[in-house]
């Protein structure tokens, strides 16, 4: 946090600078009574000054979410729980069923098989589906 700080404010402090360099056409001679050292680096200084005081005020600054976000983000977590759980109790509901239709299936499979041999059996028992 200290080099994120430290390079900000040093870049800053290098865009202040430059900002302050005098073009060719408004260049003030240093020797004439309008130039003073004071006022030419004064409000790079103020806005540098301003900035390190709002990121001081924000590294202060706690890092908590207020209340009703978190109870509202607790809530979420807990629907989100519930629907899983829904969800996975309906996947193994869905496997249990896919697995009795293939009993069922092969059951009837094997009637066909029989009355095409000849045979008369016509429904399928408790054993032959377990």
Known sequence: MNKIYA??????KSIAWTRELPDTKEFVDPTSADFREEERFSNPYQIINELERKINMLQVKSYAMPK???????????????????????????????????????CVDSQEAAMSLGKKKRWCTRKSLK
């Not at 390079?7 to 800053?12: D, H, Q, R, Y």
């Open 7 to 12: 390079s900000t404010v040093s870049t800053l």
């Open 68 to 106: 009703e976000r978190e109870e509202l983000l607790k809530a979420v977590v807990c629907r989100v729980d519930a629907l899983e759980a829904e969800l996975i109790s309906t996947k193994k509901a869905l496997h249990e069923a896919l697995l009795r239709q293939d009993e069922l299936l092969a």
